[in-house]
């Protein structure tokens, strides 16, 4: 009869301890090979050869500690790159970076801590991805590249052309043999990555042209919203806004794409309604992630457009008349519609400016959003978290001098984004945490109306929504009249959603008062409340400053003005929705006139969700 032992095991983040069951009822812990009860969870890998590598584990492991080991792998199981516990641990090596640039998540390897690892790694198949695909060694060389190239393609002043191109040499090279350490250099691989290279600093050097003709010309402010979009300027120390074709300052950030033609904002808005598949929105959302992502799965119920996958990859991408677009190939195409606008009413050209994204953005979001800036042409002088651009806003409007704690309470129209910033004087904003949510905002709001809409119809008719004829056009008929329902409920006590003959003439006609609208919403006021009662804790706020169109609702501000009290306040100065933009451009004067007086001190801690 075979005797059975029973073992436990405690697999912790930095020990492991195991222990027996005897047959004798005993327990005994079992020891490791240096005699200690408890085990360093540490792997280091080392190798005789390229296909060839040894494993030491635990104590042995950490005599390599920092040159080829990694460590706390339960900390990543299952995790995706963008996970905000995993990014409070992260190393910032050169290879990790390169790794949460461009492929974001899932990742299965935590902390590569040099290239001689990574490339074992690569080689015994521990990471998803394998970089032996060529696209990817050539994005390792392009990451690379661009930082070697980042000083002279950021800089305000136009860089003469023999310097840029030695500056170009220098940087090819360097990357060049940065990635023959990483992986045996073939033909095939030089020939790939050189390529890549060399289409990018054909980009650069035309950018770097446009300063040229545009030397001394000023730098714009632009909020690139989830639900509209907005861009200003400071002339003679005056901020105006810059209008699109339609005379308003707010473009609606939406894409229509047409077989010979692709219209922007208002035009493309409107022919939504007759093609909804052709008309693309929420491209910020998408930018940087993942078909699988849990929020995208609930986004799309309400796309009337077609999203799927690229070849090989499981990033996003917007299929309209058979062709794939990546969102930042649409942010792209987006700006340039903004900056030619800009163009128009300036009379010049537009090279540099400020740009706000959300404060949740995760590294890859942020490269790709600053890749779709340069292949619009545009240098980004400085990428400025939202709620601090609103902050500068705020601060330039209000006594000078004066010491304070603000929360920036910002719920736009995609987004909720929340900030505690200190305002120390009258050139000092100290960021001392962030929170927020990427998938609550206005839109939400409008998708919540909506599916009440939906049901009310259905109880009404007894049919099912999905199984009009013409689905998806009445589906981006409803999301518009909903918004400008919700919008009206800001100031009125009761709108009405009307969609006429949907189905075999019948209408859709449902009236909603501001206390069913708040019934609708109330969880996603209630989650708002919680991060806001997340981020303030322990801190004593000396103001709340409302930013973004959406806290313009009452019941928002109600919720507000019940916890803080007469320290919610709204500036008279200027409408919630311009702040984002209008701290950008103030930003982007300062730098254009090298004013170096305003002292912008980053993130103490980072609370995302």
Same mark, same amino acid.
């Given at each position: 009869?075979?005797?059975?032992?029973?073992?436990?095991?405690?697999?912790?983040?930095?020990?492991?301890?195991?222990?027996?069951?005897?047959?004798?009822?005993?327990?005994?812990?079992?020891?490791?090979?240096?005699?200690?009860?408890?085990?360093?969870?540490?792997?280091?890998?080392?190798?005789?050869?390229?296909?060839?590598?040894?494993?030491?584990?635990?104590?042995?492991?950490?005599?390599? %500690?920092?040159?080829? @080991?990694?460590?706390?792998?339960?900390?990543? +199981? #299952?995790?995706?790159? &963008?996970?905000?516990? $995993?990014? !409070?641990?992260?190393?910032?090596?050169?290879?990790?970076?390169?790794?949460?640039?461009?492929?974001?998540?899932?990742?299965?390897?935590?902390?590569?801590?040099?290239?001689?690892?990574?490339?074992?790694?690569?080689?015994?198949?521990?990471?998803?991805?394998?970089?032996?695909?060529?696209?990817?060694?050539?994005?390792?060389?392009?990451?690379?590249?661009?930082?070697?190239?980042?000083?002279?393609?950021?800089?305000?002043?136009?860089?003469?052309?023999?310097?840029?191109?030695?500056?170009?040499?220098?940087?090819?090279?360097?990357?060049?043999?940065?990635?023959?350490?990483?992986?045996?250099?073939?033909?095939?691989?030089?020939?790939?990555?050189?390529?890549?290279?060399?289409?990018?600093?054909?980009?650069?050097?035309?950018?770097?042209?446009?300063? %040229?003709?545009?030397? @001394?010309?000023?730098?714009?402010?632009?909020? +690139? #919203?989830?639900?509209? &979009?907005?861009?200003? $300027?400071? !002339?003679?120390?005056?901020?105006?806004?810059?209008?699109?074709?339609?005379?308003?300052?707010?473009?609606?950030?939406?894409?229509?794409?047409?077989?010979?033609?692709?219209?922007?904002?208002?035009?493309?808005?409107?022919?939504?309604?007759?093609?909804?598949?052709?008309?693309?929105?929420?491209?910020?959302?998408?930018?940087?992630?993942?078909?699988?992502?849990?929020?995208?799965?609930?986004?799309?119920?309400?796309?009337?457009?077609?999203?799927?996958?690229?070849?090989?990859?499981?990033?996003?991408?917007?299929?309209?008349?058979?062709?794939?677009?990546?969102?930042?190939?649409?942010?792209?195409?987006?700006?340039?519609?903004?900056?030619?606008?800009?163009?128009?009413?300036?009379?010049?050209?537009?090279?540099?400016?400020?740009?706000?994204?959300?404060?949740?953005?995760?590294?890859?979001?942020?490269?790709?959003?600053?890749?779709?800036?340069?292949?619009?042409?545009?240098? $980004?002088?400085?990428?400025?978290?939202?709620?601090?651009?609103?902050?500068?806003?705020?601060?330039?409007?209000?006594?000078?001098?004066?010491?304070?704690?603000?929360?920036?309470?910002?719920?736009?129209?995609?987004?909720?984004?929340?900030?505690?910033?200190?305002?120390?004087?009258?050139?000092?904003?100290?960021?001392?945490?962030?929170?927020?949510?990427?998938?609550?905002?206005?839109?939400?709001?409008?998708?919540?109306?909506?599916?009440?809409?939906?049901?009310?119809?259905?109880?009404?008719?007894?049919?099912?929504?999905?199984?009009?004829?013409?689905?998806?056009?009445?589906?981006?008929?409803?999301?518009?009249?909903?918004?400008?329902?919700?919008?009206?409920?800001?100031?009125?006590?009761?709108?009405?959603?009307?969609?006429?003959?949907?189905?075999?003439?019948?209408?859709?006609?449902?009236?909603?008062?501001?206390?069913?609208?708040?019934?609708?919403?109330?969880?996603?006021?209630?989650?708002?409340?919680?991060?806001?009662?997340?981020?303030?804790?322990?801190?004593?706020?000396?103001?709340?400053?409302?930013?973004?169109?959406?806290?313009?609702?009452?019941?928002?501000?109600?919720?507000?003005?019940?916890?803080?009290?007469?320290?919610?306040?709204?500036?008279?100065?200027?409408?919630?929705?311009?702040?984002?933009?209008?701290?950008?451009?103030?930003?982007?004067?300062?730098?254009?006139?090298?004013?170096?007086?305003?002292?912008?001190?980053?993130?103490?801690?980072?609370?995302?969700?």
């Amino acid at each position: 009869m075979t005797t059975q032992t029973g073992v436990g095991i405690d697999l912790g983040f930095q020990q492991a301890c195991l222990a027996v069951m005897t047959d004798t009822n005993k327990t005994h812990v079992i020891l490791g090979r240096d005699g200690q009860p408890k085990t360093p969870v540490y792997i280091s890998y080392s190798f005789s050869s390229p296909n060839k590598f040894t494993t030491l584990v635990g104590t042995e492991a950490t005599m390599l %500690k920092g040159q080829k @080991g990694i460590y706390g792998p339960k900390r990543i +199981l #299952g995790r995706h790159f &963008s996970d905000p516990e $995993v990014q !409070t641990f992260i190393g910032e090596e050169r290879l990790t970076r390169f790794w949460q640039i461009f492929y974001g998540n899932p990742f299965y390897i935590h902390r590569p801590d040099n290239q001689i690892l990574f490339r074992t790694l690569l080689q015994t198949g521990s990471i998803q991805y394998s970089l032996k695909n060529l696209k990817h060694m050539s994005d390792f060389a392009k990451l690379y590249y661009q930082q070697k190239m980042d000083p002279f393609v950021s800089s305000l002043k136009y860089v003469s052309e023999e310097t840029f191109d030695e500056a170009h040499r220098n940087a090819l090279h360097e990357a060049m043999k940065e990635l023959c350490k990483l992986y045996p250099a073939t033909p095939a691989l030089l020939d790939s990555a050189q390529s890549v290279l060399t289409s990018l600093f054909d980009k650069y050097s035309l950018m770097n042209n446009r300063k %040229k003709n545009s030397q @001394g010309r000023i730098a714009i402010g632009i909020d +690139l #919203g989830t639900s509209y &979009s907005c861009l200003a $300027v400071i !002339t003679n120390n005056e901020l105006e806004f810059i209008p699109d074709p339609s005379s308003a300052i707010f473009t609606p950030t939406c894409i229509t794409i047409e077989e010979d033609d692709i219209t922007f904002g208002h035009v493309a808005q409107k022919k939504a309604v007759v093609m909804p598949q052709s008309c693309v929105f929420d491209i910020k959302r998408m930018i940087g992630r993942h078909i699988q992502d849990p929020q995208i799965a609930q986004l799309r119920k309400f796309w009337p457009f077609r999203i799927g996958t690229s070849e090989g990859s499981v990033d996003i991408c917007v299929q309209v008349l058979e062709k794939n677009y990546r969102p930042e190939e649409l942010i792209t195409l987006f700006v340039k519609h903004l900056i030619e606008n800009a163009e128009t009413f300036l009379n010049h050209d537009v090279v540099h400016a400020v740009v706000a994204i959300p404060a949740y953005f995760t590294p890859r979001q942020v490269y790709l959003t600053k890749e779709a800036f340069h292949d619009a042409g545009i240098n $980004v002088l400085r990428f400025l978290n939202e709620p601090t651009a609103a902050s500068l806003a705020y601060s330039d409007v209000v006594p000078k001098g004066s010491n304070r704690t603000c929360l920036i309470f910002d719920l736009g129209g995609g987004t909720l984004d929340l900030a505690i910033l200190e305002i120390i004087g009258s050139n000092h904003v100290k960021i001392r945490a962030v929170d927020g949510d990427p998938f609550l905002g206005g839109a939400d709001f409008d998708n919540s109306l909506m599916k009440h809409c939906i049901e009310e119809f259905e109880k009404k008719h007894n049919i099912q929504f999905q199984d009009l004829k013409n689905y998806t056009t009445t589906l981006r008929r409803l999301k518009i009249t909903c918004e400008t329902a919700k919008e009206e409920l800001s100031y009125r006590k009761q709108a009405t959603v009307s969609l006429d003959a949907i189905y075999k003439e019948m209408d859709l006609v449902v009236r909603v008062n501001q206390s069913t609208f708040e019934s609708l919403i109330e969880e996603q006021l209630k989650k708002c409340m919680e991060i806001v009662d997340r981020i303030v804790e322990s801190v004593e706020i000396s103001e709340v400053v409302l930013v973004g169109g959406s806290s313009r609702i009452p019941r928002v501000r109600t919720l507000l003005k019940e916890k803080f009290g007469g320290k919610v306040i709204t500036s008279e100065k200027f409408a919630p929705n311009e702040a984002v933009a209008r701290g950008a451009t103030l930003l982007a004067a300062r730098i254009q006139n090298n004013d170096n007086s305003l002292c912008i001190e980053e993130l103490e801690k980072r609370i995302l969700v």
